[in-house]
């Protein structure tokens, strides 16, 4: 699996950054957007690089109190490797770093696997702006994340006396849940999880993107699954959220 640096962006990455923003909108930014952004003190922009080329971008205003991200972009030949949810995280984190309330975004009202990506971190809907692209007269979806100071960190810790790949599931080193990873070749399967939903801060998110990096990271996973029989809602609904897709037999997947 490739590696990815995380790099400014600067005025010489511009024609790789064109010519990934027409493999992916069809309203392109033009030359003079990037040039402007490069140079823009009150923007911040990160690009991924392997091997010598750009895999993907992403960047953010930076306005009093709040994050606006303008742009979020994978180069086609690079999906499905979680650089997106990196791009997110990132900025997210620079929020965090600024003492920024909130961070928002608009995205087309049809565009369901970013919006999937953006209910990871946090998101939710907030708003309609009407006919916001240009190109298709579609409306744009406005999603916010105003838990940017209260992200909690989740980290794994295998139990050593467990019979199986169990896992705790810690929050400042405190548990808040469990779950069981079973592998096989490259399918990383979820075989119990529970997590703790009784208080204020829900875990579930963060808890799946570091099961998900785990799995992608150390496991060398490419696929992880769950079987959730379809009276357990909660689960379903929560897992179709983060990115599962359903399939026969109530299993549910996703790509890594």
């Not at 600024?98 to 999937?116: D, F, K, P």
Request: contains cysteine.
């Amino acid at each position: 699996m490739a590696e990815f640096a995380k790099c400014p962006m600067l005025a010489g990455d511009i024609d790789e950054l064109l010519s990934i923003e027409r493999l992916c909108f069809p309203t392109p930014w033009r030359r003079e957007d990037f040039e402007h952004e490069v140079n823009n003190p009150a923007a911040y922009y990160v690009v991924l690089k392997t091997g010598g080329r750009i895999a993907a971008y992403g960047g953010m205003w930076l306005l009093p109190f709040a994050g606006h991200i303008t742009n979020i972009a994978v180069h086609p030949e690079f999906r499905r490797q979680g650089l997106g949810k990196m791009l997110v995280r990132e900025l997210l984190q620079r929020a965090q770093e600024l003492s920024m309330r909130l961070v928002y975004l608009e995205v087309r009202e049809h565009n369901a696997i970013a919006q999937s990506l953006y209910r990871q971190f946090g998101f939710r809907f907030a708003g309609v702006e009407q006919g916001y692209y240009p190109d298709s007269g579609e409306d744009a979806y406005i999603m916010v994340c105003e838990n940017v100071l209260q992200v909690p960190k989740i980290t794994l810790r295998r139990l050593e006396n467990s019979d199986s790949a169990e896992y705790a599931i810690l929050c400042e080193n405190v548990s808040v849940g469990k779950v069981c990873l079973q592998t096989e070749g490259t399918v990383c399967r979820i075989a119990d999880f529970s997590i703790d939903c009784t208080g204020e801060q829900d875990y579930g998110f963060p808890a799946l993107e570091k099961i998900a990096d785990y799995a992608r990271q150390v496991l060398r996973a490419e696929t992880l699954c769950a079987f959730v029989p379809k009276e357990n809602r909660d689960l379903r609904e929560l897992l179709t959220d983060f990115g599962f897709e359903a399939k026969e037999n109530d299993r549910m997947e996703m790509r890594l």
